[in-house]
């Protein structure tokens, strides 16, 4: 591989652990704030963000290159309301389809297809991140800072059952 391109891997590494760690301060935010469902959702969240993480290890570590874990600034601990959190959301995942978009430009330029494959499966996720952001902050904006909508949508997301949500899966 080419340096460029494990470069461009290892910074897209820093997001992607930092997305995992704000959806985690996030999920300690809504559990604090007693909104239980919206604190699962940014576990699941969260959970996925770390995988998203590892599959950028796993290709480098394949592919004989070194996967570089960054140091991360402590993330945001308080918001507004769900609506800030998810307006931060909406902001981070548009930042991280930036670096996406640039991955596979670094990629094409490096002559690498299996670093291009590997990416495409990123775009794809990211056209999926942003539009669930979007739909949950619509949701929010619809349901106010308080009161029954706030709940209504908080109940859902514990259930998983707003579009584009997979349903919880019960204990085993």
Known sequence: MKTEIVDALNAHLRLELRAWYEYSAMALWFQRTDLPGFAAFMERQAAEELAHAHRVIDHLTDRDQTAVLPALDRPKGEY??????????LAAEREVTVSVQ????VAEESDDQASRIMIEWFINEQVEEENLARSLLGRLRLAGDTGPGLLLVDQELGKGELPGIAPSQPEA
Do not use: G, Q
Not at 80 to 89: C, I, K, L, P, T
Not at 102 to 105: A, I, N, T
């Open 80 to 89: 507004e309301s769900a609506r800030d959190a998810f307006e931060h959301v």
């Open 102 to 105: 640039s991955l596979y430009r």
